[in-house]
């Protein structure tokens, strides 16, 4: 069964500072990855995908991640933070030819001014 | 284009009562989901259906819950008798066609359920 594992419940960063989310998953087969952020009361927003190809993936917001099949990772980076970042972020993998997405526990970010 | 559509954004029922959830997916996409996000937690696959028909229903706790799309564009998630641990976000997404590999998922703004 596919799994993904975001490590820290919670990080906290400085304006301008580096951002690191940590995803790793587990599947049996080629897994299709995705970053979704979350705002308050609101749905989630895709950021960037990984499907087939290139490893590196340039998101929206300036975020990208780097699919590393030998490390089963996915992790996502963004170089400055801003204070618009403070948001909670999912990772997912996509399961089987039907599309179900298993979800991380989520990553929610603190920006400090 | 108009983005995935939810009603209510939130209720609050006592436990026991009956609740529904509706959901107007993108014009166009076949493919509809229904997740729940339990608080602290990531969203969790309810159902799934390709026009009127189900995918996936596995998580579905069908002795409570049940979910329907008759003519293959809106939904309805129904829970009754609600549990105090139905408790949670419920989302609905919708994409264009996964099998055609049109696969991103596009989330509504959620219902916040409350069960006292």
């Known amino acids: 069964a596919q799994s993904v594992t975001q490590l820290g419940s919670h990080v906290s960063v400085s304006e301008g500072a580096l951002v690191l989310l940590r995803c790793n998953y587990s599947?049996?087969?080629?897994?299709?990855l995705f970053w979704y952020v979350q705002y308050p009361n609101q749905g989630l927003q895709l950021l960037l995908k990984?499907?087939?190809?290139?490893?590196l993936v340039k998101g929206i917001n300036g975020f990208e991640a780097e699919f590393k099949k030998s490390e089963t990772s996915f992790h996502l980076t963004k170089p400055s933070a801003h204070m618009s970042d403070a948001a909670e972020y999912f990772c997912a993998v996509r399961t089987g030819g039907g599309n179900k997405l298993t979800f991380g526990g989520g990553t929610r970010v603190l920006v400090k001014p | 284009e108009a983005g995935v559509a939810q009603s209510p954004r939130y209720k609050i029922i006592e436990k026991r009562q009956s609740v529904a959830f509706w959901c107007n997916p993108i014009s166009g996409h076949a493919t509809l989901y229904w997740y729940q996000q339990i608080l602290g937690q990531g969203p969790k696959l309810l159902i799934q259906?390709?026009?009127?028909?189900?995918?996936?229903d596995s998580q579905l706790p069908k002795d409570r819950f049940s979910a329907e799309r008759l003519k293959g564009v809106d939904s309805t998630l129904k829970i009754q008798p609600a549990k105090l641990e139905d408790s949670a976000v419920y989302l609905c997404a919708s994409s264009f066609n996964p099998m055609a590999g049109q696969e991103t998922q596009y989330f509504g703004p959620g219902t916040r359920l409350l069960v006292l």
């Open positions: 259906f390709q026009n009127n028909g189900v995918v996936d």
């Open positions: 990984y499907t087939t190809g290139a490893t």
């Open positions: 599947s049996s087969v080629p897994p299709y």
